[in-house]
């Protein structure tokens, strides 16, 4: 395994940043998994030196500027994720690939119940079913990028 | 020492500088007062368009790929379909342009009789043709971006039309870009007209299925299914006239006091690029109905509707 470095997480968090700006419209927007909360929960999960609260946060602030919605939103539950996902590190290490991918699910899923219910104090109304797609595409996205062995010894590099 | 403690805990091994409930502390605060400066004191106005300009070089990346899909698609474009459509084209521009000429003569001539009543010419706006780069990226909201921004002259609250009707109005102006909040998004309205019997109303958009409401409309109003809505022209922000949406479905409940009407908007909303970004004509706007950038764009159509 070699050491990795800051500059690593950085890049790779920009390339989802693009990931993210691509021109996704209509079903894919609606499928479109979140690359960005990925890579920065892969690089939490991994490297919580390198990666903290302090870069989801970063991370979502960027976001929040591409969506052009209430700003500092997705700084939130970026930031929000990113605590819980920090504060259990230290048991991933026990979990199999199942697991694993259980409990980036259920992070995915807290993202996305945290920005509803920002997104519902501002005042926008109640999405359907739909809204929680991305959590399984993202889910299914990190299991595909496991199983491709991107991620043993390369870091992962999701497009 | 407290440090001391933490030392002897394994949890506590690699942990560097504060605690993470200290970071998220300091990062959720951090984000809370961002949002109340947003939302309340709109003080980010001027930074966040400053870091769009930013993102602009990043947005061209990530739009690469369609661009290049669309110059191949257009390069594989066959001979046959280029003839075919270069008929079809000629044709139709032969037909507008018979057209055009009718309409050339009576605008001559309704100006004509507008002079000899004293009334204000009536000012044809200028407009810009702009380019949809993507839609919002909030699947919440309906919005697209285009690529005119307040560098060529776009400021917020103009009316975006495309061929066949009102799309929606600027609400946010970048340097290069703006953001459209289409009809169809919830905080939209948009005063219009029945074209059969110059019936007033504001449409409001409906936030969901692409459908606009017109809420507020006694169950006894003469609306029909199948009823032509069009721009009031009321507001001084979009022309008279232009189509908005037809009535699609109305409801009468004995319990409620409204009619419950939905109607579809006339103009392509998910299938142009292409639009027209039309200044507001300051004959039009008496008062200055200028918006401002942070005015949400329902209260500033709410705000020109009221005027006397």
């Not at chain 2, 091994?13 to 200290?22: D, L, Q, T």
């Amino acid at each position: 395994m070699r050491p990795i470095s800051l500059k690593l997480v950085y890049f790779t968090l920009l390339l989802a940043f693009i990931c993210h700006l691509l021109p996704w419209a209509g079903f894919g927007l609606m499928l479109r998994p979140d690359f960005v909360l990925l890579v920065a929960l892969y690089w939490m999960l991994r490297a919580p030196h390198l990666c903290n609260i302090g870069t989801a946060w970063l991370a979502g602030l960027a976001i929040d500027l591409a969506s052009g919605g209430l700003f500092g939103q997705y700084a939130l539950a970026y930031a929000f994720t990113a605590f819980v996902a920090v504060s259990y590190q230290r048991r991933l290490a026990l979990f199999n690939i199942w697991q694993q991918a259980g409990y980036v699910f259920l992070l995915l899923l807290l993202t996305q119940l945290t920005l509803l219910v920002l997104k519902l104090f501002a005042g926008y109304e109640a999405p359907g079913w739909h809204y929680f797609l991305p959590s399984v595409s993202g889910v299914l996205l990190w299991q595909l990028a496991v199983f491709s062995r991107l991620s043993s010894n390369h870091p992962k590099h999701q497009s | 020492m407290p440090r001391a403690m933490e030392h002897q805990h394994p949890q506590a091994f690699f942990v560097r500088g504060p605690s993470a409930f200290a970071r998220l502390l300091l990062f959720a605060a951090l984000s809370i007062a961002l949002m109340a400066a947003d939302s309340r004191l709109h003080y980010l106005i001027e930074i966040r368009q400053g870091f769009v300009a930013l993102l602009q070089p990043l947005q061209m990346i990530a739009n690469l790929p369609t661009v290049l899909y669309g110059n191949v698609r257009e390069q594989m474009v066959s001979r046959q379909t280029l003839l075919e459509d270069n008929r079809r084209l000629s044709l139709e521009a032969l037909q507008q342009n018979a057209q055009l000429q009718r309409l050339r003569a009576l605008q001559e001539e309704n100006d004509h009789l507008r002079s000899l009543l004293g009334a204000a010419q009536s000012i044809s706006q200028p407009a810009k043709l702009g380019e949809i780069t993507h839609t919002g990226r909030d699947p919440f909201t309906h919005k697209v971006v285009v690529n005119l921004g307040s560098q060529q002259g776009i400021i917020a609250g103009q009316a975006v039309v495309d061929g066949a009707g009102v799309i929606g109005q600027v609400t946010r102006v970048y340097p290069f870009s703006s953001e459209v909040t289409l009809i169809t998004d919830k905080d939209l309205a948009i005063p219009v007209q029945a074209e059969r019997n110059s019936l007033r109303a504001i449409a409001f958009g409906h936030g969901r299925d692409n459908t606009i409401d017109l809420p507020y409309l006694p169950a006894n109003v003469d609306i029909r299914e199948g009823d032509v809505l069009v721009t009031s022209g009321i507001d001084g922000i979009y022309p008279m006239g232009l189509a908005v949406a037809k009535v699609t479905r109305i409801e009468r409940t004995p319990d409620s006091p409204f009619a419950h009407i939905v109607c579809k908007p006339a103009a392509g909303i998910e299938n142009h690029r292409q639009v027209l970004l039309i200044a507001a004509s300051s004959a039009a706007t008496p008062t200055g109905a200028v918006i401002s950038s942070n005015t949400k764009p329902s209260e500033a159509a709410r705000h020109a509707t009221h005027k006397p």
